[in-house]
């Protein structure tokens, strides 16, 4: 089974990566679709901070490319790979689903967040750029934006408020970031999408309510000190 798991990855990957070319553009969940409609929810990033996906689907294909003719004998990748068929293959019906169901969209990206995460706690020290880095910026990001999903869900459908869903979902998201910084210090690049999300969050609120301005600046210093420690223990630990 281990000797289809690149090919599955190319072709999961390759899924994924087109999804957005075969659905309409997405710019958000339609707010008609939840009980409580919700226009311009305070949790959501400004709409620049989504140009990091090309960044992201650029970085996975060269992942899913480089597992098949540069490492497909690496039991090492093999551990990486099984947990990523798992997120990118549901993945590529993401869009598809979000265009019609909110929920569900935010069931699966939770389900694809947690194979990401997975994958990146079994990414070796080794082939960084082209393994560990692009797993990381994309578990990074699905940190933040499955804790999108779920903050315009909790609002939408009535559960509390849209300020008060936002701020759940920035503590949710900055715990789970420090967790897992905690345990991959070696993985800036996670560090790096969960800030680039949390700066989005901020601009989109500029001008907006106290609350939720000063609640994702906190959660946005709590995960800049938790990336920085990391940075300095490693650079330290160069240095010796």
Partial sequence: MKQFLPTL????????VLSPYVTDPFSGFDAQRFPVPQIDPP??????????WGIIYLWL????IMGVYARRHDADWHHVQGPMILSLGPGALWLWLAGFSPLGATVLIFWMLF???????????????VLQAPVGLYAGWLTAAAHVSLGVSLGGYGLVSSQWAAIIALAGATALAVWVLARRPDSPDYGVAVIWAFI????????GTALIIGATSVALLIVVLASARNLWAGHTQAAL
């Fill in 115 to 129: 194979f990401a995460i997975q994958a990146l706690l079994r990414a070796p020290m080794r082939d960084r750029w």
């Fill in 43 to 52: 949790v959501q990033p400004a709409g620049y901070a989504f140009a990091i």
């Fill in 61 to 64: 294909a060269v992942f899913a």
């Fill in 9 to 16: 990855t190319l072709l999961a990957t390759a899924a994924f």
């Fill in 200 to 207: 989005g969050v901020l601009v989109a609120n500029l001008g």
